[in-house]
């Protein structure tokens, strides 16, 4: 038996005393005991009934009503349904006055339902009007602090932004994409991110630099603020329009998956200016390549390979420019020149027959590239006639195929390289000559 001792029991025997504290010291070790026995309409019951006591004046309380719904999210969160509701009513309460450590909670719990309702709550984020107020930005960031929600939401954006853009949308730009960058920005940002990031990387790379091709080329509205980025104290916050927005992205990207060395090479040769305009942007994406090359382990850029590959015929011209132009680019290295049962020269060839100039360009700099590794000599010097024909091309694509010419013959063997020159020596004359002019 117990005794009642000044309005509290006290079990004989212990020197133990229950009262309301053991409910609030302990809201969500017994809401997850009694979450699983609720139905699908009692959980939501529950959470929507309790969301009323997050603005409660005593903070013990609005505390335990944000553990009490973390605990249930944590637990059944793939059961709740009105998820809608569930979600402006957070929101709703987020922008009021909460009590930091309330706040935190709450901030907490809708993690642990975005993680459990990914479908259902990341569009309903998106859909808010640009730009973001700081309780959505906040809940975005927190989204990249928990290993689980984080890649489920990015799966779900990566998704988003391979989405090929409909008619439409080319003449007003799509609205969700956007979005999903300025989501990016946000849960990218801090350092718990890394290892979902570097598991989805280089697919989130290729989506994001995808959408940068296709954004680059729309009208947007001079001025157009779409995201607002914190600045440090006493400083103001620093606005970015879709293009800056996505360019920032990428670089989180590469600075999330702790490759900072590709973001000091791309800064070095102005990767960004290339990369913001339609008319330079595969010449971006070949220096950003070429900062991958250096900075990273070949694991990491067989990888990249792989993807690539996917797309090197893809029916989205963005993407296929995308993939072509990283595939000619990584045979800079020699691991991937080097990858068995990969037919490089014989796509290069495709591209360089191809009426279009850029792809002209992109497949003679992968034949360089590949006349840099040992065992290409034999191959290449069978294709010198053909790149011969080339040195009377348009301006940028005789420059990259006497580039070709030339590692053809630096790389060569012997004999090799004195026949190739003597071939190719008339066609060269008239070149130096408009040099020397």
């Given at each position: 038996?117990?005794?009642?001792?000044?309005?509290?029991?006290?079990?004989?025997?212990?020197?133990?005393?229950?009262?309301?504290?053991?409910?609030?010291?302990?809201t969500f070790e017994?809401?997850?005991?009694?979450?699983?026995?609720?139905?699908?309409?009692?959980?939501?019951?529950?959470?929507?009934?309790?969301?009323?006591?997050?603005?409660?004046?005593?903070?013990?309380?609005?505390?335990?009503?944000?553990?009490?719904?973390?605990?249930?999210?944590?637990?059944?969160?793939?059961?709740?349904?009105?998820?809608?509701?569930?979600?402006?009513?957070?929101?709703?309460?987020?922008?009021?006055?909460?009590?930091?450590?309330?706040?935190?909670?709450?901030?907490?719990?809708?993690?642990?339902?975005?993680?459990?309702?990914?479908?259902?709550?990341?569009?309903?984020?998106?859909?808010?009007?640009?730009?973001?107020?700081?309780?959505?930005?906040?809940?975005?960031?927190?989204?990249?602090?928990?290993?689980?929600?984080?890649?489920?939401?990015?799966?779900?954006?990566?998704?988003?932004?391979?989405?090929?853009?409909?008619?439409?949308?080319?003449?007003?730009?799509?609205?969700?994409?956007?979005?999903?960058?300025?989501?990016?920005?946000?849960?990218?940002?801090?350092?718990?991110?890394?290892?979902a990031v570097q598991?989805?990387?280089?697919?989130?790379?290729?989506?994001?630099?995808?959408?940068?091709?296709?954004?680059?080329e729309q009208n947007?509205?001079?001025?157009?603020?779409?995201?607002?980025?914190?600045?440090?104290?006493?400083?103001?916050?620093?606005?970015?329009?879709?293009?800056?927005?996505?360019?920032?992205?990428?670089?989180?990207?590469?600075?999330?998956?702790?490759?900072?060395?590709?973001?000091?090479?791309?800064?070095?040769?102005?990767?960004?200016?290339?990369?913001?305009?339609?008319?330079?942007?595969?010449?971006?994406?070949?220096?950003?390549?070429?900062?991958?090359?250096?900075?990273?382990?070949?694991?990491?850029?067989?990888?990249?390979?792989?993807?690539?590959?996917?797309?090197?015929?893809?029916?989205?011209?963005?993407?296929?420019?995308?993939?072509?132009?990283?595939?000619?680019?990584?045979?800079?290295?020699?691991?991937?020149?080097?990858?068995?049962?990969?037919?490089?020269?014989?796509?290069?060839?495709?591209?360089?027959?191809?009426?279009?100039?850029?792809?002209?360009?992109?497949?003679?700099?992968?034949?360089?590239?590949?006349?840099?590794?040992?065992?290409?000599?034999?191959?290449?010097?069978?294709?010198?006639?053909?790149?011969?024909?080339?040195?009377?091309?348009?301006?940028?694509?005789?420059?990259?195929?006497?580039?070709?010419?030339?590692?053809?013959?630096?790389?060569?063997?012997?004999?090799?390289?004195?026949?190739?020159?003597?071939?190719?020596?008339?066609?060269?004359?008239?070149?130096?000559?408009?040099?020397?002019?």
């Amino acid at each position: 038996m117990g005794r009642k001792k000044q309005g509290l029991w006290e079990e004989e025997g212990t020197s133990e005393v229950y009262s309301p504290n053991v409910f609030y010291n302990n809201t969500f070790e017994i809401a997850k005991a009694f979450a699983e026995y609720f139905t699908q309409v009692q959980l939501t019951t529950l959470v929507l009934t309790a969301m009323e006591g997050l603005t409660d004046s005593r903070a013990k309380v609005s505390l335990a009503t944000a553990q009490l719904m973390s605990a249930v999210m944590k637990e059944r969160g793939r059961d709740m349904i009105k998820i809608e509701e569930i979600v402006e009513g957070i929101l709703d309460r987020l922008n009021s006055q909460l009590e930091p450590s309330t706040k935190e909670e709450v901030v907490r719990g809708m993690c642990l339902l975005a993680g459990n309702n990914t479908q259902s709550v990341v569009p309903l984020l998106l859909s808010k009007s640009l730009p973001w107020d700081r309780t959505s930005l906040a809940l975005w960031k927190a989204f990249g602090t928990q290993r689980e929600t984080t890649i489920s939401v990015l799966q779900l954006l990566i998704g988003i932004l391979e989405k090929p853009h409909s008619r439409e949308e080319t003449e007003e730009m799509a609205f969700q994409p956007v979005a999903v960058t300025c989501a990016l920005c946000e849960m990218l940002s801090g350092s718990l991110c890394q290892e979902a990031v570097q598991e989805l990387y280089p697919r989130l790379l290729m989506a994001i630099l995808c959408h940068l091709c296709w954004v680059i080329e729309q009208n947007v509205p001079q001025k157009m603020v779409v995201y607002s980025k914190e600045g440090g104290p006493g400083s103001k916050s620093k606005p970015f329009d879709s293009t800056s927005c996505a360019l920032e992205v990428v670089k989180l990207v590469f600075l999330a998956a702790a490759y900072d060395g590709v973001v000091t090479y791309a800064n070095q040769h102005h990767c960004w200016d290339l990369l913001s305009c339609p008319r330079f942007y595969y010449i971006g994406i070949m220096d950003l390549t070429s900062g991958i090359v250096k900075t990273c382990e070949p694991a990491v850029l067989h990888r990249v390979l792989n993807l690539v590959r996917n797309y090197l015929y893809s029916s989205s011209y963005h993407r296929k420019i995308l993939a072509r132009t990283f595939y000619a680019q990584l045979l800079w290295h020699r691991s991937v020149a080097q990858t068995l049962g990969q037919d490089f020269l014989s796509n290069l060839i495709k591209w360089v027959k191809d009426p279009n100039l850029i792809m002209k360009e992109v497949g003679l700099r992968g034949i360089s590239n590949l006349a840099l590794h040992p065992g290409q000599s034999e191959s290449l010097k069978s294709q010198v006639p053909f790149l011969r024909d080339l040195l009377k091309n348009e301006a940028r694509v005789t420059v990259q195929a006497v580039k070709s010419l030339r590692n053809i013959i630096c790389h060569g063997k012997g004999e090799d390289t004195k026949v190739v020159f003597c071939s190719i020596s008339k066609q060269l004359r008239p070149l130096i000559n408009d040099v020397w002019a």
